[in-house]
């Protein structure tokens, strides 16, 4: 492994951290899980990226790579003789194209950062969720982030033109274009992406942008049953022509635990089956409003939503966005268990009546939060108890919430990754040739398993 000199050499002596600094970095967001390592290094280039990992390779020196440390599947856990390495200083916007709508910049930058240059020049980066705040650039590639815009403008992928990696021998591959079509043979960015840094380390990235939006319309809805909801999902996609940007769904326990220390929300249901944020993004400032009421009126008066509030100010529509991303009111409940699943529509119902029903008779004082960005299939569910649950009930709580989703089509992972905590689960929506095909990647790309060891696949 590369001494601590070797490493000061490269990155200097205020990049180099030792196991009690690193340890005040929380590794699992909301956990207080801290972070043990070797050292942790912190380059400030994709030279010096390069040239650790090229150390790394010579000494067989393991790597875990952070970004925001965001990540939901436990892919930033380190232990005590790993090389922590952080591209937190990697953070520059470099440059920001206004006529062909590209920005280059670097692995480090946050998402709320990159969102913010873009809009400064009159451009939108689409990608949004709730940890657009702390999550990096990298890790949001790395890791193909989705958010609440994916439906209108697609996943983090749909949103790279170029990108810059180290592989796991140190070298350096350039591939930073900024054009839409490039089938000049392989699409090589795309290997990147998703690969949660088993492949390769992302140091710079060239991001796709889109005309910015002016208007901004949001409303809660409230619904009886969940067909009412996707009737109404299906009318208001086609009424509004391609501005939804916002379809999130949340059930009445998720809904009723986010809002019950805020006080009632006046004007909805607090009784309804189903609650629906959605939200409409324009470019006519002065008839998206109208026009937005008039389509909810049209539902109301075609029996389509039971009852809602329309945002009228930026605070309300702040609001009605904290109900639906304040999570972490959730995390001071107790023991929990996340899962973050897709799920084929047309089976959501009774896949969602199973897990409810097998939940209910094999766990004892359990809850159940359902939440998500329905639109896309994406279900969050998360598991809740005052006191732990023993290691025998989260097995079965994985099992009741996994093991269905095989058979329908669905994912066990619809955003967050496999990470550690998913790899034994993975096998069960991904078949054998499939595996083998990622194995045999990882294989090529990095033969002494120097990166992210564990994450995704077991490769020693
Ligand atoms: C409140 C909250 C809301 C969230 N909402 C969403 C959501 O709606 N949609 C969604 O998709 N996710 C969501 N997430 C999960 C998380 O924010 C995303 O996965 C995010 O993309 C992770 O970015 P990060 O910089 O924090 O990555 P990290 O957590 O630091 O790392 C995640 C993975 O990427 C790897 N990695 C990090 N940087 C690099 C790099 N430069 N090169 C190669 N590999 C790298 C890490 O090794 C790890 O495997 C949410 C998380 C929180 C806490």
New binding site residues.
């Given amino acids: 492994m590369p001494s601590r000199e070797a490493l000061v050499a490269i990155v200097g002596e205020a990049n180099v951290l030792e196991p009690p600094a690193a340890a005040m970095r929380e590794v699992r967001?909301?956990t207080g899980e801290s972070c043990r390592c070797r050292l942790l290094v912190t380059p400030t280039d994709t030279q010096q990226v390069a040239a650790i990992v090229l150390a790394c390779n010579a000494s067989g020196q393991k790597i875990?790579?952070?970004?925001?440390?965001?990540?939901?599947?436990g892919?930033?856990v380190s232990r005590d003789n790993d090389l922590v390495l952080?591209?937190e200083k990697?953070n520059r916007i470099e440059a920001l194209d206004p006529v062909g709508r590209t920005m280059l910049a670097g692995?480090?930058a946050?998402?709320h950062e990159v969102q913010e240059a873009a809009r400064a020049k009159g451009s939108l980066f689409a990608v949004?969720?709730?940890?657009?705040g702390?999550?990096?650039?990298?890790?949001?590639?790395?890791?193909?982030?989705?958010?609440?815009r994916?439906f209108r403008y697609g996943?983090?992928r749909d949103h790279i033109l170029g990108i810059e990696?180290v592989l796991a021998d140190g070298t350096i591959v350039d591939s930073l274009k900024e054009i839409i079509k490039d089938n000049s043979g392989y699409d090589l960015k795309q290997l990147?992406v998703g690969?949660?840094?088993?492949l390769?380390?992302?140091?710079r990235a060239v991001l796709r942008l889109r005309p910015i939006t002016t208007s901004r319309n949001t409303a809660l809805l409230a619904f009886d049953s969940f067909e009412q909801v996707i009737v109404f999902f299906r009318w208001i996609e086609a009424r509004l022509a391609g501005t939804l940007s916002a379809f999130e769904v949340m059930w009445r326990p998720f809904f009723k635990a986010m809002t019950a220390h805020r006080g009632a929300v006046t004007g909805i249901d607090t009784e309804a089956t189903l609650y629906v944020l959605a939200e409409a993004e324009g470019s006519d400032s002065e008839r998206d409003g109208p026009a937005f009421l008039e389509v909810l009126e049209d539902a109301f008066e075609q029996g389509l939503v039971a009852s809602g509030v329309i945002a009228k100010s930026e605070a309300e529509r702040n609001a009605l966005w904290a109900i639906r991303?304040d999570?972490?009111v959730l995390m001071r409940l107790g023991d929990r268990l996340d899962f973050?699943v897709s799920v084929p529509l047309r089976t959501m119902p009774t896949y969602l009546e199973k897990v409810e029903g097998e939940l209910q008779a094999a766990i004892n004082e359990c809850s159940l939060f359902i939440f998500g960005?329905v639109a896309d299939n994406n279900l969050?569910l998360m598991t809740v108890r005052a006191g732990s649950f023993t290691p025998e009930e989260r097995q079965r709580i994985k099992d009741i919430i996994y093991l269905p989703l095989g058979a329908i089509g669905g994912s066990i992972s619809?955003?967050?990754?496999i990470?550690l905590d998913k790899k034994a689960s993975l096998s069960l929506t991904r078949n054998p040739s499939e595996l083998a095909l990622m194995q045999r990647l990882k294989f090529c790309l990095d033969p002494q398993n120097l990166?992210?060891p564990g994450?995704i696949l077991d490769m020693d």
């Fill in positions: 967001w909301g875990v790579v952070h970004g925001g440390r965001t990540g939901m599947a892919a930033t952080s591209l990697l692995a480090g946050t998402i949004d969720f709730g940890a657009r702390s999550a990096m650039l990298g890790g949001a590639i790395a890791t193909n982030a989705g958010g609440h994916v996943m983090m990696v990147f690969s949660e840094g088993t390769g380390i992302v140091t991303e999570v972490d973050d960005h969050h619809a955003e967050h990754g990470g990166l992210n994450r």
